[in-house]
Each structure stands twice: as structure tokens, then as C-alpha cells.
């Protein structure tokens, strides 16, 4: 009997066989995809992981449009302080902050009473006074001899004209007539001084001169301070004119000061002023006259910025200050600012998320696409800038741009110099 081979004939493999090998390439065939497959996922995700994601702009020209809002508080443009004539006790107060008065309103009232009693105790002893002088000059005139007071007379009429001549002397501006008019008053001076009688009198009199100027004074001050006060002896403090009430330091039981404002008034006539703090940057790009919108309420006013000047509220910050009408509001009202200017013209601008710094100063980061047999690879370089001017979105710069150049605007994660991109899509 023949010997049976795993062949049939003529060297073929049989059917079963043939069918298991097929079946074992082909799982090869799908471990070998699924492994690629796997493979490339892998790739990506490490890709994803390492790979920054960035979106682009380009380089314009133009342009940039610098825009300033902010607010601030209205305020008086003139100021009216209203001063305590006197130093008394405050026994009522009709100002509060923000009322409106008219001139001649009550603002506070004032105790009197002792401000008229130390009044009419002045001018009691300043009467005294005046009597006991009155007396001493007669005392004085009657120990005087007919003869000395003709004496004195004569010599009084005598230098009251060698006055006159000293007077023409110096409108004459003739030294020599001035030096010998000078010599005759001096010389008739002396004689009236030196008699001692007359010296004794004529002292006496000027005493008693001072003291009339002085019982004057008293009774002048008597009556101003009771022609002031009511019945009560209280004195009310009046609105000096029309505005609005913005201080009031006075308070009931305290004690008034000439030297403080009791009440501080924003005159009605005198306009508004509104102020806002801005950044250095910000400032710098406007000019005193530069117009603005104010919105009081709810009106638009336009105004010009009267002046710039470093804020003493915040170190670095500028004020800008701008006059308003009256009708504008009432001072401590809230307004809101906007300024718009547009700078000069720049042959490169691009957006402010575009900028970067480090150590090294400012900078952009530009893309470089490079195509090879792997494809195209995506790189970005490190280019230096200098800011010439920015506004709230832009800026201007010089550097190593050109219109041809294309940057990172933004970036998913940090980058460095030469780094692989990838472009957003």
C-alpha cells in the first residue's frame, strides 16, 4: 500500500491548510494597523501635549485711536467760605451739605451775650478815660500863664507855616530850598519843646486826641455789635450769596473761630469743575484744550481739558481737569468722562496681545514655515520691538517688522525662541 504525504497531488497543500495561513497573515495584517493606528494617536496626543496651539495677525498700517473713560466728582469752580465775625457759642445751625441758599439765609446763629457786655465794657472805660484826660488837660491849661499861652499860639500858627514852606520846598525838589526849609521847622520845633510849660500841655493834648480816637472806636464797635444782634442778644450768620452748601463745620455748643470757615458754599454763578486721574501713558497722549464728553445725569456737555497736573492722590497718575456750566448739576454729583484722539500716523501697528517682555525688553514672536519631504514645519523666532504708542487694544512700534510678517497673537502655553507651532484653525 502506498505511503500517504501531507501533499496531495502533484505537491499542492491541501485546502485546510491553505485556509489557516491565509487566516494568520491576516491577523498579522490587523496587529500591524491597529499598531500604526495606535502609534499615530500616540504621536498626536504627544504632539497636542508639547506643540503650542497659536492663532496669528498680521502688520497694519494706520492709525491708533487713544480712548479715556473715567469718572469723576462735579465740583464748585468757586468756593465761598463764610467766617464767625466773632468767637461765641453756636446755639443753632441751619446749613447742612448739600442745600441750596440764597443770599441773606440763615446759616448759624451765634450767643452775643458775652461779646456785648465785654463791648459795653470797653466803651465805659474808654469813657472813663476820655474824662480823666479831658480833666488833666485842664488842669494843665489853667497852671499855664496868659503869656505862655499866647506864647504857645504864636508858636503853633508859626510852624504850621513853616510846614507849608517845607511842603513847597519839596514839590520845588531844590535841595538847597528843601535843606534850609527843613533847618527853619526843625529850629521852631525845638523852641516850641523846650519850654516846659507848654511841652507839659501839649502832651497832655495828644493824650487827649488818643483818647477820643479810642472812645471813638469803643462806642463805633458798641453799636455795630447791637445793631448785629436781635432782642436775645443773638447773632445770625447769613448766606453771602447764591449756592450750594458743601461744609458745614459748625456745630450746636461749640464755640465759633474767626480764623476757620463755619460754612463752606459753591457759588451758583461761578460753574462747575470735574476732575479724573488717568495713567502717565494716558496723559501724555492729550493736550490742555483737547476736547472730551461729559455726561452729567443724563446730559452730554462738551468741554476742553483746562489742565494737566500729577495727581496727589496716586504717585505716576496725571488729573485732568475740565469746566462745566452750573446747570451741569450740583457739586459731589458723579460724571463720567470720555476722551478720544487720534495719533499719528505708523507703518507698523499690531495688537497688544501680541506684545511680550523679558529681560531683554519688548518683543514679538514672527512664524517661519519651512516645507520639507516630513511635511511643513511651523517655528517661531524672537524679534525685538521698541513701543512708539499704544492705545487700549494697539500699539505702534519700530523694530525688526515688515509688512510681510506674520506673529503670534496668542498662544495656548509659554513659548521660547525656535520653538514648533501649531496654527489655529
Same mark, same amino acid.
Given at each position: 500500500?502506498?505511503?500517504?504525504?501531507?501533499?496531495?497531488?502533484?505537491?499542492?497543500?491541501?485546502?485546510?491548510?491553505?485556509?489557516?495561513?491565509?487566516?494568520?497573515?491576516?491577523?498579522?495584517?490587523?496587529?500591524?494597523?491597529?499598531?500604526?493606528?495606535?502609534?499615530?494617536? =500616540?504621536?498626536?496626543?504627544?504632539?497636542?501635549?508639547?506643540?503650542?496651539?497659536?492663532?496669528?495677525?498680521?502688520?497694519?498700517?494706520?492709525?491708533?485711536?487713544?480712548?479715556?473713560?473715567?469718572? #469723576?466728582?462735579?465740583?464748585?469752580?468757586?468756593?465761598?467760605?463764610?467766617?464767625?465775625?466773632?468767637?461765641? *457759642?453756636?446755639?443753632?445751625?441751619?446749613?447742612?451739605?448739600?442745600?441750596?441758599?440764597?443770599?441773606?439765609?440763615?446759616?448759624?446763629?451765634?450767643?452775643?451775650?458775652?461779646?456785648?457786655?465785654?463791648?459795653?465794657?470797653?466803651?465805659?472805660?474808654?469813657?472813663?478815660?476820655?474824662?480823666?484826660?479831658?480833666?488833666?488837660?485842664?488842669?494843665?491849661?489853667?497852671?499855664?500863664?496868659?503869656?505862655?499861652?499866647?506864647?504857645?499860639?504864636?508858636?503853633?500858627?508859626?510852624?504850621?507855616?513853616?510846614?507849608?514852606?517845607?511842603?513847597?520846598?519839596?514839590?520845588?525838589?531844590?535841595?538847597?530850598?528843601?535843606?534850609?526849609?527843613?533847618?527853619?521847622?526843625?529850629?521852631?520845633?525845638?523852641?516850641?519843646?523846650?519850654?516846659?510849660?507848654?511841652?507839659?500841655?501839649?502832651?497832655?493834648?495828644?493824650?487827649?486826641?488818643?483818647?477820643?480816637?479810642?472812645?471813638?472806636?469803643?462806642?463805633?464797635?458798641?453799636?455795630?455789635?447791637?445793631?448785629?444782634?436781635?432782642?436775645?442778644?443773638?447773632?445770625?450768620?447769613?448766606?453771602?450769596?447764591?449756592?450750594?452748601?458743601?461744609?458745614?463745620?459748625?456745630?450746636?455748643?461749640?464755640?465759633?473761630?474767626?480764623?476757620?470757615?463755619?460754612?463752606?458754599?459753591?457759588?451758583?454763578?461761578? #460753574?462747575? =469743575?470735574?476732575?479724573?486721574?488717568?495713567?502717565?501713558?494716558?496723559?501724555?497722549?492729550?493736550?490742555?484744550?483737547?476736547?472730551? =464728553?461729559?455726561?452729567?445725569?443724563?446730559?452730554?456737555?462738551?468741554?476742553?481739558?483746562?489742565?494737566?497736573?500729577?495727581?496727589?492722590?496716586?504717585? #505716576?497718575?496725571?488729573?485732568?481737569?475740565?469746566?462745566?456750566?452750573?446747570?451741569?448739576?450740583?457739586?459731589?454729583?458723579?460724571?463720567?468722562?470720555?476722551?478720544? *484722539?487720534?495719533?499719528?500716523?505708523?507703518?507698523?501697528?499690531?495688537?497688544?496681545?501680541?506684545?511680550?517682555?523679558?529681560?531683554?525688553?519688548?518683543?514679538?514672536?514672527?512664524?517661519?514655515?519651512?516645507?520639507?519631504?516630513?511635511?511643513?514645519?511651523?517655528?517661531?523666532?524672537?524679534? #525685538?520691538?521698541?513701543?512708539?504708542?499704544?492705545?487700549?487694544?494697539?500699539?505702534?512700534?519700530?523694530?525688526?517688522?515688515?509688512?510681510?510678517?506674520?506673529?503670534?497673537?496668542?498662544?495656548?502655553?509659554?513659548?521660547?525662541?525656535?520653538?514648533?507651532?501649531?496654527?489655529?484653525?
Amino acid at each position: 500500500m502506498a505511503m500517504m504525504t501531507a501533499r496531495g497531488a502533484g505537491g499542492v497543500p491541501p485546502e485546510g491548510i491553505t485556509r489557516e495561513r491565509r487566516a494568520a497573515a491576516g491577523k498579522a495584517l490587523a496587529v500591524f494597523l491597529g499598531a500604526m493606528a495606535l502609534l499615530t494617536w =500616540t504621536n498626536r496626543i504627544l504632539e497636542n501635549m508639547t506643540i503650542a496651539t497659536v492663532s496669528t495677525a498680521s502688520i497694519q498700517r494706520g492709525s491708533l485711536e487713544i480712548q479715556v473713560s473715567a469718572s #469723576g466728582t462735579l465740583a464748585a469752580r468757586t468756593l465761598i467760605p463764610v467766617y464767625a465775625p466773632e468767637s461765641a *457759642k453756636v446755639t443753632r445751625v441751619n446749613a447742612s451739605a448739600g442745600a441750596s441758599v440764597n443770599a441773606g439765609d440763615p446759616l448759624f446763629t451765634l450767643d452775643y451775650t458775652d461779646i456785648i457786655k465785654s463791648s459795653s465794657d470797653a466803651l465805659d472805660n474808654a469813657r472813663a478815660d476820655l474824662d480823666s484826660k479831658r480833666q488833666s488837660l485842664d488842669w494843665a491849661a489853667a497852671d499855664l500863664p496868659a503869656s505862655a499861652m499866647s506864647r504857645l499860639n504864636d508858636r503853633l500858627a508859626n510852624l504850621d507855616a513853616l510846614a507849608e514852606k517845607l511842603d513847597e520846598a519839596n514839590a520845588s525838589g531844590s535841595p538847597e530850598a528843601i535843606a534850609k526849609a527843613l533847618s527853619n521847622y526843625d529850629e521852631e520845633k525845638r523852641r516850641l519843646d523846650g519850654d516846659k510849660a507848654i511841652r507839659d500841655y501839649m502832651a497832655k493834648l495828644d493824650a487827649l486826641e488818643a483818647s477820643q480816637r479810642k472812645y471813638g472806636d469803643a462806642e463805633e464797635d458798641y453799636q455795630s455789635v447791637m445793631s448785629a444782634v436781635d432782642g436775645d442778644g443773638l447773632f445770625v450768620v447769613t448766606a453771602p450769596g447764591s449756592g450750594t452748601v458743601t461744609k458745614v463745620s459748625a456745630s450746636v455748643g461749640s464755640m465759633s473761630s474767626p480764623a476757620s470757615a463755619a460754612v463752606m458754599i459753591a457759588d451758583a454763578d461761578g #460753574g462747575l =469743575t470735574v476732575s479724573i486721574t488717568v495713567a502717565e501713558d494716558q496723559a501724555a497722549a492729550f493736550t490742555v484744550g483737547d476736547a472730551a =464728553t461729559v455726561y452729567a445725569g443724563e446730559t452730554a456737555y462738551q468741554a476742553a481739558i483746562e489742565s494737566i497736573s500729577p495727581s496727589a492722590a496716586q504717585a #505716576g497718575s496725571f488729573d485732568l481737569a475740565f469746566a462745566l456750566p452750573s446747570a451741569a448739576g450740583a457739586p459731589g454729583v458723579s460724571a463720567t468722562v470720555r476722551l478720544s *484722539k487720534r495719533s499719528a500716523s505708523y507703518d507698523t501697528i499690531i495688537p497688544l496681545s501680541a506684545l511680550r517682555v523679558d529681560g531683554d525688553g519688548d518683543f514679538v514672536y514672527a512664524i517661519s514655515q519651512n516645507t520639507s519631504a516630513l511635511g511643513t514645519v511651523t517655528t517661531v523666532s524672537r524679534v #525685538g520691538v521698541t513701543i512708539l504708542e499704544q492705545d487700549n487694544t494697539r500699539a505702534a512700534l519700530a523694530g525688526g517688522l515688515s509688512q510681510r510678517d506674520t506673529i503670534v497673537a496668542r498662544s495656548d502655553r509659554a513659548l521660547g525662541d525656535g520653538d514648533r507651532v501649531r496654527l489655529e484653525e
